[in-house]
């Protein structure tokens, strides 16, 4: 499964942006798909994740209340709505698909995840 993501790119703190994950000719039916973000010099950090066929959505608390995931059935994605943004949220950004994943399970670690994406870069300044 490739695993495409897009968006990214220069924000300023309190603004907001979007990340999208696609994976081209697949659907994400049954599955759960993740976000992860990794900063300089630090461990990869999971940042929230959905599964596709429940709707169900899960967020590390330096992200609740700041982070939307959701789907987007038309072009069989899923977005990353991310607002109030902050420096440290200054990290590369990456999408994994954990494949038949059960409904309201919590997979926080990168372990649990199938396929990755490439990763796009968030930069936030102060």
């Known amino acids: 499964v490739q695993l495409q993501a897009s968006g990214g790119g220069l924000a300023r703190a309190g603004d907001s942006l979007g990340l999208s994950c696609a994976a081209p000719?697949?659907?994400?039916?049954?599955?759960?798909v993740g976000w992860f973000r990794q900063a300089p010099g630090k461990e990869r950090e999971f940042v929230g994740q959905?599964?596709?066929?429940?709707?169900?959505?899960w967020y590390a608390d330096s992200v609740k209340g700041r982070f939307t995931i959701s789907r987007d059935v038309a072009k069989n994605a899923v977005d990353l709505q991310m607002s109030s943004l902050k420096p440290e949220d200054t990290a590369v950004y990456f999408c994994?698909?954990?494949?038949?994943?059960?409904?309201?399970?919590?997979?926080?670690?990168?372990?649990?995840?199938?396929?990755w994406g490439q990763g796009t870069q968030v930069t936030v300044s102060s």
């Open positions: 959905i599964n596709w066929s429940a709707g169900t959505t």
């Open positions: 000719g697949r659907t994400f039916s049954k599955h759960t």
């Open positions: 994994a698909v954990k494949l038949g994943a059960a409904n309201f399970v919590l997979y926080d670690y990168d372990t649990a995840y199938d396929y």
